[in-house]
């Protein structure tokens, strides 16, 4: 499955006492609303999407009390928005979810599926199109498209080319979420409820709140939200869990990302231009734009003309990077506690034990998953590493940017501080001279931490580590 948006849920206050007034300054009217919700629509095959789409269509007519006549279906789409103007008198409203599951349903699944996402995005660029025909687009009053992706006018919309595209306008930042306001003003009750329930202070309840579930940005604009389906859960169970994960699992996602091979550890450092976050067609899909739109990665900064993007919040890194983990390893999720226990044992200075969990998890990875080219096997390595550290929670920098160079990993805790250096068929002797040579540890001396060298040595004949190090500062 792949995952929608998650919408907009906010507490009215007082609504007695405003009504009167927004009912002076608006008219309220019906309106025929057609309702299009690709959950329930058969998307296979081109043949069962057109089929599945007129059904849908002559079950709206059907609700209005309107017969549908024509058999193709954009005349059947057309017929059914004019016929419920003359019938109703007012213009019609279109509401159309999940407009791009026909093709994402497909996509990182094989040529053949590919195939039918290219078919199934014709039929969806001469249906959309109907929306601009001049007779149609005189009788309608608001059209609404929610997605996953975003796909350019010019691949999709060819024919719907007025359509205005919200995803990063500022005006719209905090519509899809909760602001930390909102939560303060209207859940104090839920707060307490909660912090009563973990036995922590209100303060607490709140940091965690915004370490889990808060840190969604839109725009340019320095605006968060929180994921409201994810603190909503919070509140009715009074426990800090990854809920919105819970809700399916980004199949789609997670195939493009291995068909590409793409180096995951990349997300902690990405740049983008404000072109990046388009995907412009089924075979020039962009994973950074993908991530993007569905919520995986956000704005964390913006340095124009560059967009600083990673994790939002706790509950999207150690879910997504637990899923990517499973995927990237073929492992089970025993394996998964195998490497979160390596990773506490990290925690606790325990760092011999750490690497011999590490080890253990290369060696129950199976030779096929296993890169052929000798690059790409140096990043399956470093994946899968730093996967098992960020599925564990731990705050894992990657490539961090010194004067001298770059850091392959840090991690730092609350008394102690790693810098580990990565080789592959060389010797973890290197590494540390590396680390040394170019004084990484010194942007960490200020901290008053134990700071420990750890250097490592892949070797692609053992898939596995070969040999390491460590050397404290």
Wanted: proline share 2%; hydrophobic share 35%.
């Amino acid at each position: 499955m792949e995952r929608n948006n998650f919408l907009p849920m906010r507490r009215l206050r007082n609504i007695g006492n405003t009504r009167g007034m927004i009912e002076d300054r608006w008219e309220w009217k019906k309106h025929p609303v057609i309702v299009i919700d690709f959950n329930g629509i058969t998307m296979d095959t081109p043949e069962n999407l057109y089929a599945s789409l007129g059904n849908s269509l002559d079950e709206i007519g059907k609700q209005y009390g309107v017969k549908l006549e024509k058999q193709l279906l954009k005349e059947k789409f057309k017929e059914l928005i004019l016929m419920l103007r003359r019938e109703t008198g007012e213009d019609v409203v279109i509401l159309i979810d999940e407009y791009d599951k026909p093709i994402i349903e497909h996509i990182g699944r094989g040529k053949e599926r590919l195939k039918i996402a290219k078919a199934n995005r014709d039929i969806l660029k001469g249906f959309y199109g109907v929306i601009k025909e001049a007779d149609v687009a005189n009788v309608i009053r608001f059209v609404l498209l929610t997605g996953v992706t975003k796909f350019s006018k010019v691949s999709i919309f060819s024919e719907l080319n007025n359509l205005a595209d919200i995803t990063m306008d500022g005006r719209y930042c905090t519509m899809l979420g909760v602001t930390g306001e909102e939560v303060k003003k209207y859940f104090d009750d839920h707060i307490n409820s909660v912090a009563a329930a973990q036995e922590i202070s209100r303060e607490n309840v709140l940091g965690k709140l915004k370490s889990y579930y808060n840190g969604y940005r839109f725009s340019e604009e320095n605006k968060k939200v929180y994921n409201p389906f994810s603190i909503l859960r919070c509140f009715s169970e009074r426990k800090f869990k990854n809920y919105w994960f819970e809700t399916g699992t980004p199949t789609f996602l997670v195939n493009l990302i291995k068909e590409n091979n793409y180096y995951m550890p990349d997300i902690e450092k990405l740049e983008l231009v404000e072109d990046d976050f388009s995907t412009y067609d089924i075979e020039n899909l962009k994973i950074e734009a993908l991530l993007f739109q569905t919520g995986y990665i956000t704005i964390k900064g913006i340095d124009e003309p560059l967009y600083i993007l990673g994790y939002p919040n706790d509950e999207v890194k150690i879910s997504f990077t637990g899923v990517l983990f499973e995927s990237f390893s073929a492992l089970n999720s025993r394996e998964r506690t195998k490497g979160i226990k390596a990773a506490r044992a990290l925690m606790d200075g325990r760092i011999e034990e750490f690497i011999e969990g590490i080890k253990g998890i290369y060696s129950e990875i199976a030779y096929s998953l296993h890169p052929k080219n000798k690059q790409q096997k140096e990043n399956y390595y470093h994946t899968i590493f730093y996967l098992t550290l960020s599925m564990s929670g731990i705050d894992v920098r990657n490539e961090v940017l010194t004067s001298t160079g770059r850091i392959d990993l840090a991690i730092e805790f609350a008394d102690r501080i790693y810098i580990m250096e990565f080789k592959c068929n060389q010797s973890s002797k290197d590494a540390i001279e590396q680390i040394k040579e170019k004084k990484y540890y010194e942007r960490y001396l200020h901290t008053g931490k134990e700071i420990n060298l750890i250097g490592i040595n892949f070797s692609t004949k053992k898939r596995n580590i070969d040999n390491w190090e460590v050397k404290k500062v």
